[in-house]
């Protein structure tokens, strides 16, 4: 069973950027067709998918946050990371990795890490 | 993007009782749907995939329907531990999108 946990600041001010890691163990980050990905979760309100990497190499990230996000894999480490820049308010949330299939679902989730932007 | 309306927001309901809940998607998105299940300060977790499949693991007790705009999650008899929320979500096309959840409590 693959195990993913998210790292990083709980923390961030305004303006700034929100980085987070994603720890994957049980099995391979770039094991085909799994694809990795970001989805974030505000206080008391509903999903937002952020974006999707593919063992291909291929990326995709929600429009309305495309500009500020940037994700890459690391297979050396076996991890993947997010970079989400000028943050506001708005960004404030648990935000979840998870690993899916195109098919099949998000079939993997991690504990979840709650980001706070305030100053 | 795709829009996914689901209904109720809420329901409350008993022990033993079936629940149904509706998954709307703004445009044709065939079977690409899914259904996860999360419960307070935990990670959601895939119960239904494409439209009707259910995950390895899962209780008999859920199921899926639908196809094109329409789907349905149901739940036979309810349980203890399926006192949850409820979030369908479409992958169809990108952005990937959820539904803003249905919150299943306690008669």
Redesign the interface.
Known sequence: QMQLQESGPGLVKPSETLSLICAVSGGSVSSSPYYCGWIRQPPGKALEWIGSLYYSGETHSNPSLKSRVTMSIDTSKNQFSLTLTSVTAADTAVYYCVRGVAAAGIVSWGLGRLVTVSS | ?IQMTQSPSSVSASVGDRVTITCRASQDIST?L?W?QQTPGK????L???AS?L?SGVPSRFSGSGSGTDFTLTISSLQPEDFATY?C?Q?YS????????TKVDIK
């Open positions: 993007d690409w899914a996860y990670a959601p977790k895939l239904i995939y494409s499949s995950q979030f979500q992958a990108f952005p990937l999108t959820f539904g803003g959840g």
